[in-house]
């Protein structure tokens, strides 16, 4: 889900409607950095898994698989 897509669905406080435009900026902009930050912050634990997954691997192949995850999922995030 992007940001937009959760934006829309989050319950916005009544204050909102008597927010000037800058307040209402401002505030959207201090949302998107705090749901950025949960994305990045989540993505790096999912790798993190992957990466002890690869650790724990029985075989080549699926220690490749691990990695090739870890990666996918890293670089994601700097998409």
């Known amino acids: 889900m992007t940001f937009d897509e959760w934006f829309v669905r989050y319950p916005l406080?009544?204050?909102?409607d008597t927010?000037?435009?800058?307040?209402?900026?401002?505030?959207?902009?201090?949302?998107?950095?705090?749901y950025k930050t949960g994305a990045t912050v989540e993505r790096e634990v999912i790798a993190q898994l992957m990466d002890?997954?690869?650790d724990l691997a029985a075989d080549e192949i699926d220690r490749h698989w691990a990695q090739e995850m870890a990666a996918a999922i890293r670089a994601r995030g700097q998409a």
């Open 19 to 34: 927010m000037d435009d800058t307040d209402r900026e401002q505030w959207t902009w201090a949302l998107r950095s705090a």
């Open 52 to 54: 002890k997954q690869a």
């Open 13 to 16: 406080p009544a204050e909102i």
